[in-house]
């Protein structure tokens, strides 16, 4: 997304129609154009002034509160004006037509905080924290984007990158001065150990990543089970409707069905999944193929049975919840203390079920600090970054020449900087800020 420096608009408040449109202007014709469309053209800074706003004909669209922000003291580093009117449908595109007519463009997704980046306002990070910050459908999810828009992945990533200068600055002195006896006994030995907690640091993200991920994208939760256990009913209860077509034959359940729900402060993916039992159906074997699947990338697993049966047991993990259905059907199977007991037909005991599913969420979630990766391409940039670090190591180990650990190093240097925006290829920018709504 190339950057055009002129004058920028939008709407940066909920789709009309609402109690109050706010519209956003931010460029180098914001001043000429509070003089072409306001009745009042010489606003105090940082202070909201009653105003009209007029369309071409100088008739007036509405009345409302006018903002100017000069620059660079702004969002974007720009002059910046903020008019909020009444929020009516022909009102907003009345007004979105005369800051139009006066010299503006609609602006792009993002490009608000595009501008804002490459004024210097805010890093990469800290600009992904902004959309997150809107999208936030949990507490979890706000409290993670708040730690990063306060700059905690920024110092995480900077911090990694002021470690590899150093070590190059080693390496470069090495390489700028040969002949001196001991340059190579002095540089490998601190460039070695600084590699290697740095790569166990990023190792380590990686691995907290995995749930970081998850608290801004949601974990994933999988109802399993044999035909007719009520995994279906089950998901209507947690859904609060019926997300799933339920029968008593069995079988009905033929591919996965996911529903999104928040509990506990954490966004989650239930997923009902097919009956799990040897069948020559094709089609639902495919679905038990599925499920399987299913089980494989969930983050938790309830295995829900009938509480007249007993429990099968082979494909249980540690940390997986056993759940026993239609427990006012008759005296329970095999029964343990462990297992939470249900009638997902009536909804008893759901709610304990709930509470237990928070439960375990809470235990993956509760050693992770700040966020360290919360999105894929913070994730492939540090991927990408360890493969530098271990070729970096083994050219040290085999002693194949300062040139060799020093580029390694550059590129791993580089790949973090990708993360924060300090080497910024376009395309990298275009990526992250296409995904923001237009306004931002």
């Known amino acids: 997304m190339a ?21 956003r202007v931010s460029g180098p014709d914001v001043r000429s154009l509070i003089s ?3 009745s009042v053209s010489d606003l ?12 071409e004909s100088r008739d007036v669209v509405d009345s409302g509160l006018a903002v100017f922000m ?9 002059d910046t004006l903020e008019i909020s009117l009444h929020g009516g449908r022909i009102i907003t595109e009345l007004a979105l037509t005369s800051i139009m007519d006066a010299g503006a463009r609609l602006a792009e997704p993002g490009e608000f905080t595009r501008r804002a980046f490459e004024a210097g306002k805010l890093d990469l990070t800290r600009a992904e924290a902004v959309a997150d910050l809107i999208d936030a459908e949990s507490e979890v999810q706000l409290a993670q984007a708040l730690k990063q828009m306060g700059g905690a992945l920024e110092a995480l990533y900077d911090g990694w990158r002021r470690d590899l200068t150093k070590c190059l600055a080693l390496l470069e002195a090495s390489i700028d001065f040969p002949d001196e006896e001991d340059a190579p006994e002095r540089v490998d030995a601190p460039v070695r150990e600084t590699l290697s907690v740095l790569q166990s640091d990023l190792q380590r993200a990686l ?3 995995n749930i970081t991920e998850r608290i801004r994208d949601g974990f994933k ?17 947690l859904a609060k409707r019926e997300a799933a077509i339920v029968t008593d034959i069995p079988g009905t359940t033929r591919d996965v069905i996911e529903v999104r729900l928040t509990l506990g402060g954490y966004v989650v993916w239930i997923s009902d999944t097919a009956g799990l039992r040897e069948t020559s159906d094709i089609v639902e074997a495919e679905g038990v193929r599925r499920a399987f699947k299913t089980a494989e990338e969930a983050d938790l697993r309830i295995w829900l049975y009938d509480s007249r049966d007993d429990f ?31 009638v997902a037909k009536t909804g008893e005991g759901v709610i304990a079920l709930e509470a237990k599913i928070v439960d375990r969420l809470m ?21 990408r970054a360890m493969v530098h670090l271990i070729q970096a190591q083994d050219h040290l180990q085999s002693q194949t020449g300062a040139e060799f650990v020093a580029e390694d190093v550059r590129m791993a240097s580089r790949e973090l900087g990708t993360l924060t925006g300090h080497i910024d290829p376009d395309t990298v920018l275009g990526a992250v800020f296409s995904s923001f709504c237009i306004g931002k």
């Open 3 to 23: 950057l055009r420096r002129d004058t920028i608009c939008a709407l940066a408040s909920g789709p009309p129609p609402a109690a109050i449109a706010t519209l």
């Open 221 to 237: 939760v999988a109802i399993l089970g044999r035909p007719n256990a009520g995994k279906s009913t089950l998901l209507n209860q």
């Open 207 to 209: 691995e907290q990543g």
């Open 363 to 383: 235990s993956l979630t509760r050693n992770v600090g700040a966020p360290m990766i919360t999105r894929a391409r913070h994730r492939q940039g540090i991927e």
């Open 70 to 78: 000069p620059g660079p003291a702004s969002y974007t580093g720009e």
């Open 312 to 342: 099968d047991s082979a494909h249980v993990q540690p940390g997986d919840l056993i759940v026993a259905n239609k427990c006012d059907l008759g005296g329970p199977g095999n029964v343990s203390r462990e297992t939470l007991q249900i």
């Open 36 to 38: 072409k469309r306001l």
């Open 44 to 55: 105090k800074p940082r202070h909201a002034t009653l105003v009209d706003l007029f369309d």
